[in-house]
């Protein structure tokens, strides 16, 4: 079982950046397929990015592209998502999500059997 605390939410001003971080623990394998998701009040939650830690693969969702980044701290078991040129509707409970392989580095949420109890990220006008 892997366990994932996320950490690094907070308040932003539009156009501003914010760093979440996602610490894994508990696992096996040296490769992780990580995800990083939100969800804003009254909305469903939806997937903004992936990675599969090691071998270089990421993804993001069109609503976030050209603006986070996914990235990994090998020494530390740490996932990042670099968040930047924040608008207001970034503003959601980001988690964060992980599979051991065997996994697919994706956006949907039935592909991760870990989750994270999540981080606020708030960013007003």
């Known amino acids: 079982q892997v366990q994932l605390v996320e950490s690094g939410g907070g308040s932003a001003q539009a156009g501003g950046s914010l760093r979440l971080s996602c610490k894994a623990s508990?696992?096996?394998?040296?490769?992780?397929?990580v995800g990083w998701f939100r969800q804003g009040q009254g909305k469903e939650r939806e997937g903004v990015a992936s990675?599969?830690?090691?071998?270089?693969?990421?993804a993001y969702s069109d609503s976030v592209k050209g603006r986070f980044t996914i990235s990994q701290d090998y020494g530390k078991n740490t996932v990042i998502l670099q968040m930047s040129s924040l608008k207001p509707e970034d503003t959601a409970m980001y988690y964060c999500?992980?599979?051991?392989?065997?996994?697919?580095?994706?956006?949907?949420?039935?592909?991760?059997?870990?989750w994270g109890q999540g981080t606020q990220v708030t960013v007003s006008s």
């Open positions: 508990g696992y096996t394998y040296s490769r992780l397929c």
């Open positions: 999500a992980a599979r051991s392989p065997p996994c697919t580095p994706t956006m949907r949420e039935d592909g991760y059997n870990n």
């Open positions: 990675i599969f830690t090691g071998g270089g693969y990421t």
